[in-house]
């Protein structure tokens, strides 16, 4: 049976304070509004004005967090995807779900980092959708979204593989800190059903799309060095303890 250590997930708290934000914002306006006319506000020009000034306010505050809430609302979904996914991996895998990663100046957060017998191999999900374009060296990718009014929107991305050759780099000066030399290799998983990939990657990127084939890809995936049962403990321990979690 899998081992699963979840850390804590930052978003999820942003997420649902979001929401609560956005509640109050969409309420705001309403209530203003009626006491704007119940009070016969608009008789008196000055706070009339102020009253509008509030409702505007309230109303553009709500669509900049609505956008913030779309966006970290889509992330948190796709680790829930991905977390579904590897649920259903047979084996004695140590799965850290959420896992803050930190030696000397580099940070970051893991999504999902694997330990079992075939190596050590860190997921990284993104829930993207549309068009995705871009090159292992670029800086930034492109995300293409085509609606069916006929509008077009193009927004760029941090390379996600760029991303995860630090995230990797870091774990591999933690592991090799305390005496552990081990490959790390780390998996891209596009947890979008609506995503097409247009990218050019080299031959030791590892892409997935949906989970079925993020699926087959853990199930045969394999480093070349086998890790005896003592040892992968050992690599977790030392996580666990370089992390907190």
Not at 3 to 16: F, L, Q, S, Y
Not at 93 to 122: Q, T, W
Not at 224 to 238: D, F, V
Request: one cysteine or more.
């Amino acid at each position: 049976m899998n081992k699963i250590i979840r850390g804590r997930n930052a978003n999820n708290k942003k997420v649902k304070t979001l929401f609560i934000a956005q509640v109050v914002l969409g309420v705001m306006p309403v209530l203003l509004l009626i006491l704007f006319v119940w009070k016969k506000m608009y008789q008196t020009p000055i706070v009339g004005t102020v009253f509008i000034i509030l409702i505007f306010l309230c109303n553009l505050a709500y669509a900049f967090l609505a956008r913030w809430y779309a966006v970290l609302h889509s992330g948190v979904k796709g680790e829930r995807r991905l977390f579904r996914t590897v649920k259903k991996l047979h084996g004695t895998n140590i799965v850290f779900h959420n896992l803050p990663v930190r030696y000397k100046r580099g940070r970051s957060e893991l999504d999902m980092l694997i330990v079992c017998h075939a190596g050590v191999l860190i997921i990284e999900v993104k829930n993207h959708s549309g068009t995705i374009s871009g090159s292992w060296r670029d800086d930034k990718w492109t995300q293409r979204k085509h609606y069916r009014d006929g509008k077009v929107t193009e927004t760029m991305m941090d390379n996600p593989i760029k991303q995860m050759r630090r995230q990797r780099d870091i774990v591999k000066s933690i592991l090799t800190a305390a005496g552990e030399n081990v490959w790390i290799d780390s998996v891209l998983y596009f947890s979008s059903p609506n995503a097409k990939l247009k990218i050019s990657l080299r031959e030791s990127d590892y892409v997935c799309c949906e989970s079925a084939e993020l699926l087959e890809f853990l199930k045969s995936y394999d480093s070349g060095e086998t890790l005896s049962k003592s040892r992968m403990e050992h690599i977790a321990q030392i996580l666990r303890e370089s992390s907190g979690v």
